[in-house]
């Protein structure tokens, strides 16, 4: 089975503080994801990666930044954090980029609070 | 127009009962589907894919996808209280050289005793 990891289940931080949210995958996927997920407006994708320090925006990157150092370990940051950014956070991992087939599993989400 | 859409539900239905739940995605491009149980506080949770017209079944679960009418859905068969969670549809979207899945909001599902 797909093991996604990420670093915590919880969070508090507060406003203008720079955040780390890390996710580790162990089926050697080329693909990390990272979402958002409100209520309402369901799963956003803020950035993606499909290879080793590759990256690309996805529908709302503002904000965020990400780093992807080693094929198994995909970095969510938030540079400054604010208070439009408390959310839960979803890192997910997929097969070959080109094969439209290659479901996404997810980690267990982080729930991030900025006060 | 949302790419994929999907009634908010709540959807209300006795136990053993079938639940119907229903998806349309608007770009005719699409060739993989798929449908998510998240529990609330949990995250998704793959229980089904669908790559061709017509119908796939898995135990109690059974997706249909008619892609002419851009419109996907799952059946539950004999559905149990542990069913009762959110079901997201989520649907690839290939732009910019990428293949992304673009989810729904989802449908809640409550199978009452």
């Known amino acids: 089975d797909v093991k996604v990891t990420q670093s915590s289940r919880y969070l508090v931080k507060r406003t203008g503080e720079k955040v780390f949210l890390e996710c580790v995958q162990d089926?050697?996927?080329?693909?990390m994801f990272w979402y958002r997920q409100d209520p309402g407006l369901g799963l956003r994708l803020i950035y993606f990666s499909y290879d080793v320090k590759m990256k690309e925006k996805g529908d709302i990157p503002e904000g965020y930044s990400v780093s992807r150092e080693k094929k198994e370990r995909f970095s969510l940051i938030l540079e400054s954090a604010s208070t439009n950014q408390t959310s839960m956070y979803l890192c997910?991992?997929?097969?070959?980029?080109?094969?439209?087939?290659?479901?996404?599993?997810f980690g267990d989400g982080t729930r991030l609070s900025i006060l | 127009q949302k790419e994929v859409e999907q009634n908010s539900g709540p959807l209300s239905v006795p136990e053993g009962a079938i639940a119907s739940l229903n998806c349309t995605y608007s770009d005719r491009g699409s060739q993989s589907f798929f449908w998510y149980r998240q529990y609330s506080g949990k995250s998704p949770e793959l229980i089904m894919s669908i790559y061709s017209n017509g119908d796939k079944e898995d135990g109690r679960f059974t997706a249909q996808l008619n892609k002419a009418s851009q419109y996907v859905s799952l059946l539950i068969r004999d559905s149990q209280p542990s069913d009762s969670a959110t079901y997201l549809c989520a649907v690839n979207r290939f732009s910019g050289g990428y293949n992304k899945l673009i989810f729904g909001a989802g449908t809640r599902l409550a199978v009452h005793p």
């Open positions: 997910a991992s997929s097969g070959a980029v080109l094969h439209s087939n290659q479901p996404q599993h």
């Open positions: 089926m050697d996927h080329e693909n």
